[in-house]
Protein backbone atom coordinates (compact mmCIF):
# COMPACT_ATOMS: atom_id res chain seq x y z
CA UNK A 1 0.00 0.00 0.00
CA UNK A 2 2.83 2.39 0.79
CA UNK A 3 4.05 1.38 -2.62
CA UNK A 4 1.27 1.93 -4.30
CA UNK A 5 0.68 5.18 -2.84
CA UNK A 6 4.34 6.80 -3.27
CA UNK A 7 3.78 5.70 -7.32
CA UNK A 8 0.44 7.12 -7.64
CA UNK A 9 2.06 10.41 -6.40
CA UNK A 10 4.65 10.83 -8.40
CA UNK A 11 3.85 9.04 -12.14
CA UNK A 12 3.34 11.29 -14.73
CA UNK A 13 0.45 12.12 -16.91
CA UNK A 14 -2.13 9.31 -16.47
CA UNK A 15 -0.11 7.06 -15.27
CA UNK A 16 -1.44 7.47 -11.83
CA UNK A 17 -5.00 7.21 -13.01
CA UNK A 18 -4.12 4.02 -15.11
CA UNK A 19 -2.10 2.86 -11.91
CA UNK A 20 -5.48 3.52 -9.49
CA UNK A 21 -7.72 2.06 -12.15
CA UNK A 22 -6.34 -1.44 -12.28
CA UNK A 23 -6.12 -1.53 -8.52
CA UNK A 24 -9.70 -1.16 -8.41
CA UNK A 25 -10.67 -2.94 -11.41
CA UNK A 26 -7.79 -6.02 -12.42
CA UNK A 27 -7.62 -4.95 -16.06
CA UNK A 28 -5.62 -1.99 -17.94
CA UNK A 29 -7.18 0.78 -18.64
CA UNK A 30 -6.94 2.09 -22.53
CA UNK A 31 -7.42 5.53 -22.96
CA UNK A 32 -6.35 5.33 -26.72
CA UNK A 33 -8.96 2.88 -27.50
CA UNK A 34 -11.75 2.72 -24.70
CA UNK A 35 -14.35 -0.29 -24.80
CA UNK A 36 -15.51 -1.02 -21.35
CA UNK A 37 -18.03 1.21 -19.65
CA UNK A 38 -15.28 2.27 -17.24
CA UNK A 39 -12.67 2.85 -19.37
CA UNK A 40 -15.15 5.17 -21.33
CA UNK A 41 -16.08 6.98 -18.24
CA UNK A 42 -12.05 7.85 -17.67
CA UNK A 43 -11.95 8.65 -21.25
CA UNK A 44 -14.82 11.34 -20.89
CA UNK A 45 -13.46 12.99 -17.95
CA UNK A 46 -10.31 13.38 -19.69
CA UNK A 47 -11.18 14.58 -23.66
CA UNK A 48 -15.07 15.50 -23.10
CA UNK A 49 -15.30 19.40 -22.12
CA UNK A 50 -19.18 19.58 -23.29
CA UNK A 51 -19.97 22.54 -20.87
CA UNK A 52 -23.68 21.49 -20.75
CA UNK A 53 -22.00 18.82 -17.47
CA UNK A 54 -21.24 21.75 -15.69
CA UNK A 55 -24.99 23.01 -15.93
CA UNK A 56 -26.50 19.83 -15.55
CA UNK A 57 -23.99 18.74 -12.53
CA UNK A 58 -25.25 21.78 -10.37
CA UNK A 59 -28.12 20.65 -8.87
CA UNK A 60 -29.59 24.20 -8.23
CA UNK A 61 -28.70 25.12 -12.46
CA UNK A 62 -29.77 21.72 -13.65
CA UNK A 63 -33.44 22.48 -12.18
CA UNK A 64 -33.44 24.95 -14.80
CA UNK A 65 -32.62 22.66 -17.49
CA UNK A 66 -35.18 20.62 -16.27
CA UNK A 67 -37.57 23.23 -16.64
CA UNK A 68 -36.69 24.03 -20.20
CA UNK A 69 -36.61 20.45 -21.69
CA UNK A 70 -39.78 18.48 -19.59
CA UNK A 71 -41.15 20.90 -17.33
CA UNK A 72 -41.47 22.25 -13.97
CA UNK A 73 -43.93 19.78 -12.73
CA UNK A 74 -41.32 17.55 -12.48
CA UNK A 75 -39.19 19.65 -10.10
CA UNK A 76 -39.06 18.64 -5.98
CA UNK A 77 -40.45 22.15 -4.43
CA UNK A 78 -37.49 24.35 -3.81
CA UNK A 79 -37.83 25.75 0.04
CA UNK A 80 -34.86 27.38 0.18
CA UNK A 81 -31.05 28.56 -1.46
CA UNK A 82 -28.05 30.74 -0.81
CA UNK A 83 -24.52 31.25 -0.59
CA UNK A 84 -24.81 29.49 2.85
CA UNK A 85 -26.99 28.53 5.70
CA UNK A 86 -27.89 29.08 9.93
CA UNK A 87 -30.19 27.16 11.95
CA UNK A 88 -32.36 29.97 12.70
CA UNK A 89 -33.22 29.54 8.64
CA UNK A 90 -33.70 25.91 8.86
CA UNK A 91 -35.78 26.24 12.17
CA UNK A 92 -38.44 28.64 9.71
CA UNK A 93 -38.55 26.26 7.40
CA UNK A 94 -42.27 24.11 7.53
CA UNK A 95 -42.79 20.26 6.90
CA UNK A 96 -40.05 17.48 6.34
CA UNK A 97 -37.34 18.28 3.77
CA UNK A 98 -33.41 17.49 2.19
CA UNK A 99 -30.66 20.02 3.04
CA UNK A 100 -27.98 19.65 0.37
CA UNK A 101 -25.14 21.13 -1.27
CA UNK A 102 -25.28 21.80 -4.91
CA UNK A 103 -21.66 20.60 -5.96
CA UNK A 104 -21.58 17.06 -4.70
CA UNK A 105 -23.09 14.28 -3.55
CA UNK A 106 -23.37 14.97 0.06
CA UNK A 107 -23.61 14.35 2.46
CA UNK A 108 -27.46 15.31 2.86
CA UNK A 109 -29.76 15.70 5.78
CA UNK A 110 -33.08 14.66 6.10
CA UNK A 111 -35.27 16.84 8.51
CA UNK A 112 -38.12 14.20 9.19
CA UNK A 113 -41.33 15.13 11.47
CA UNK A 114 -41.15 13.27 15.23
CA UNK A 115 -37.30 13.31 14.89
CA UNK A 116 -34.70 14.85 16.96
CA UNK A 117 -33.01 17.09 14.86
CA UNK A 118 -29.94 19.38 15.45
CA UNK A 119 -30.02 22.08 12.98
CA UNK A 120 -26.77 23.69 14.22
CA UNK A 121 -24.82 20.44 13.40
CA UNK A 122 -26.72 20.68 9.55
CA UNK A 123 -25.97 23.96 8.93
CA UNK A 124 -22.65 23.69 10.22
CA UNK A 125 -21.69 20.58 7.76
CA UNK A 126 -23.78 21.84 4.81
CA UNK A 127 -21.07 25.19 5.50
CA UNK A 128 -18.09 23.01 5.54
CA UNK A 129 -19.29 21.61 2.38
CA UNK A 130 -19.51 24.38 0.77
CA UNK A 131 -16.39 25.74 1.47
CA UNK A 132 -14.49 22.20 -0.47
CA UNK A 133 -14.05 21.33 -4.32
CA UNK A 134 -15.17 18.05 -5.37
CA UNK A 135 -14.46 15.27 -6.90
CA UNK A 136 -10.63 16.82 -7.83
CA UNK A 137 -9.26 13.28 -7.28
CA UNK A 138 -10.91 11.93 -9.40
CA UNK A 139 -10.34 14.06 -12.74
CA UNK A 140 -14.53 15.08 -12.90
CA UNK A 141 -13.92 18.39 -14.10
CA UNK A 142 -16.98 19.80 -14.58
CA UNK A 143 -17.66 20.24 -10.57
CA UNK A 144 -14.87 22.60 -10.53
CA UNK A 145 -16.62 25.61 -12.39
CA UNK A 146 -20.14 25.65 -10.62
CA UNK A 147 -20.98 28.34 -7.68
CA UNK A 148 -20.63 26.71 -4.64
CA UNK A 149 -24.48 26.87 -2.81
CA UNK A 150 -27.06 25.32 -0.17
CA UNK A 151 -30.29 24.32 -1.37
CA UNK A 152 -33.12 22.68 0.64
CA UNK A 153 -36.08 20.60 -1.13
CA UNK A 154 -38.99 19.04 -0.21
CA UNK A 155 -39.04 15.77 1.24
CA UNK A 156 -40.83 13.32 -0.93
CA UNK A 157 -43.46 10.76 0.51
CA UNK A 158 -46.56 8.73 -0.34
CA UNK A 159 -49.88 8.97 0.63
CA UNK A 160 -48.97 6.06 3.56
CA UNK A 161 -45.95 7.89 4.89
CA UNK A 162 -43.69 5.69 2.40
CA UNK A 163 -39.83 7.20 0.52
CA UNK A 164 -39.88 7.91 -3.27
CA UNK A 165 -38.76 4.69 -5.38
CA UNK A 166 -35.41 5.74 -6.28
CA UNK A 167 -34.80 4.92 -10.40
CA UNK A 168 -31.69 5.84 -11.85
CA UNK A 169 -31.78 5.25 -16.05
CA UNK A 170 -28.38 4.82 -17.64
CA UNK A 171 -29.30 6.14 -20.99
CA UNK A 172 -27.18 5.64 -24.47
CA UNK A 173 -27.66 7.82 -27.50
CA UNK A 174 -26.17 5.37 -30.32
CA UNK A 175 -26.73 6.10 -33.98
CA UNK A 176 -29.66 8.29 -33.67
CA UNK A 177 -31.55 5.66 -31.16
CA UNK A 178 -31.72 5.85 -27.58
CA UNK A 179 -31.68 2.45 -25.32
CA UNK A 180 -32.08 2.98 -21.50
CA UNK A 181 -30.28 0.45 -18.52
CA UNK A 182 -32.71 0.64 -15.52
CA UNK A 183 -30.83 0.42 -11.68
CA UNK A 184 -33.37 -0.38 -8.57
CA UNK A 185 -32.06 -0.28 -5.33
CA UNK A 186 -33.98 -2.29 -2.94
CA UNK A 187 -34.36 -3.23 1.13
CA UNK A 188 -32.51 0.24 2.23
CA UNK A 189 -33.82 -0.98 5.62
CA UNK A 190 -31.65 -4.03 5.99
CA UNK A 191 -29.12 -4.07 3.56
CA UNK A 192 -29.54 -2.48 0.06
CA UNK A 193 -29.27 -4.58 -2.28
CA UNK A 194 -29.28 -3.62 -6.49
CA UNK A 195 -30.86 -5.46 -9.67
CA UNK A 196 -30.47 -3.78 -13.10
CA UNK A 197 -33.17 -4.00 -16.00
CA UNK A 198 -33.43 -3.79 -19.69
CA UNK A 199 -35.41 -1.69 -21.62
CA UNK A 200 -37.90 -4.88 -21.77
CA UNK A 201 -37.31 -4.73 -17.50
CA UNK A 202 -36.08 -8.40 -17.94
CA UNK A 203 -33.38 -8.74 -14.78
CA UNK A 204 -29.90 -8.32 -15.98
CA UNK A 205 -27.43 -11.06 -14.34
CA UNK A 206 -24.79 -9.03 -12.72
CA UNK A 207 -23.92 -6.86 -9.83
CA UNK A 208 -21.84 -3.56 -9.27
CA UNK A 209 -20.65 -2.53 -5.31
CA UNK A 210 -23.48 -4.63 -3.93
CA UNK A 211 -25.78 -8.15 -4.24
CA UNK A 212 -28.12 -8.41 -6.91
CA UNK A 213 -31.28 -10.37 -5.21
CA UNK A 214 -32.65 -10.52 -9.01
CA UNK A 215 -36.05 -8.68 -7.71
CA UNK A 216 -38.76 -8.66 -10.50
CA UNK A 217 -39.76 -5.49 -11.26
CA UNK A 218 -42.80 -3.86 -10.72
CA UNK A 219 -43.72 -0.86 -12.55
CA UNK A 220 -45.53 1.81 -10.92
CA UNK A 221 -47.75 4.82 -12.61
CA UNK A 222 -46.22 6.34 -15.17
CA UNK A 223 -43.39 4.18 -15.83
CA UNK A 224 -43.29 4.56 -19.02
CA UNK A 225 -43.40 8.25 -18.89
CA UNK A 226 -40.51 8.30 -16.83
CA UNK A 227 -38.45 6.48 -19.47
CA UNK A 228 -39.67 9.06 -22.14
CA UNK A 229 -38.51 11.85 -19.46
CA UNK A 230 -35.37 10.17 -19.50
CA UNK A 231 -34.28 9.84 -23.01
CA UNK A 232 -35.77 13.74 -23.77
CA UNK A 233 -33.08 14.97 -20.65
CA UNK A 234 -30.43 13.07 -22.03
CA UNK A 235 -30.66 13.97 -25.43
CA UNK A 236 -28.06 16.12 -25.81
CA UNK A 237 -25.35 13.33 -25.02
CA UNK A 238 -24.09 10.35 -25.91
CA UNK A 239 -24.51 8.95 -22.09
CA UNK A 240 -26.05 10.05 -19.20
CA UNK A 241 -27.64 8.79 -16.22
CA UNK A 242 -31.25 10.34 -14.95
CA UNK A 243 -32.54 9.91 -11.73
CA UNK A 244 -36.32 10.32 -11.18
CA UNK A 245 -38.42 9.66 -8.08
CA UNK A 246 -41.89 8.35 -8.28
CA UNK A 247 -44.34 9.46 -5.74
CA UNK A 248 -47.93 7.46 -6.06
CA UNK A 249 -47.49 7.98 -9.78
CA UNK A 250 -46.22 11.71 -9.09
CA UNK A 251 -42.91 11.73 -11.24
CA UNK A 252 -39.98 14.41 -9.63
CA UNK A 253 -36.37 15.01 -10.97
CA UNK A 254 -33.38 13.71 -8.89
CA UNK A 255 -30.09 14.45 -10.44
CA UNK A 256 -28.00 14.21 -13.91
CA UNK A 257 -24.90 11.79 -13.27
CA UNK A 258 -21.85 11.96 -15.80
CA UNK A 259 -19.41 9.56 -14.37
CA UNK A 260 -21.35 7.00 -12.64
CA UNK A 261 -18.77 5.34 -9.68
CA UNK A 262 -16.23 7.57 -11.10
CA UNK A 263 -15.04 5.10 -13.73
CA UNK A 264 -14.62 2.14 -10.95
CA UNK A 265 -17.68 0.17 -11.27
CA UNK A 266 -16.61 -3.53 -10.47
CA UNK A 267 -18.82 -5.27 -12.38
CA UNK A 268 -19.08 -9.17 -11.62
CA UNK A 269 -19.02 -10.60 -13.89
CA UNK A 270 -16.67 -8.34 -16.00
CA UNK A 271 -17.98 -8.96 -19.52
CA UNK A 272 -20.80 -6.70 -18.97
CA UNK A 273 -18.78 -3.78 -18.46
CA UNK A 274 -17.67 -4.35 -22.10
CA UNK A 275 -21.48 -5.09 -22.43
CA UNK A 276 -22.54 -1.52 -20.91
CA UNK A 277 -19.33 -0.19 -22.97
CA UNK A 278 -20.46 -1.37 -26.39
CA UNK A 279 -24.13 0.86 -26.02
CA UNK A 280 -22.04 4.09 -25.32
CA UNK A 281 -20.83 5.75 -28.66
CA UNK A 282 -18.09 7.91 -27.64
CA UNK A 283 -17.66 11.39 -29.45
CA UNK A 284 -15.13 12.02 -31.52
CA UNK A 285 -11.97 13.68 -29.90
Not at 48 to 68: G, H, I, M, Q
Not at 194 to 203: A, C, G, K, V
Amino acid sequence: MILYDFLNRILPGHLGTKLRFYKKLSYPLSLSDPKTFNEKVHWRKIYDRNPLFTLCADKLLARDYVKEKIGEEYLIPLLYSGEHIDAETLKGLDGEFVVKANHNSGPVHMVQANQPVDFDAIAANINKQLQKPYAVKNGEWWYQPIPRRVLVERLLRGEQGQWAEDYKFFVFNRNGESEVVLQMTYGREKGATITFYDEQLEILPFEIHVKNDYVPFVKPKNFDKMVELAKKLAEDFDFCRVDFYNVDGAIYFGEMTFAPSGGTAPFKPQEFDRWMGDKWQLPKR
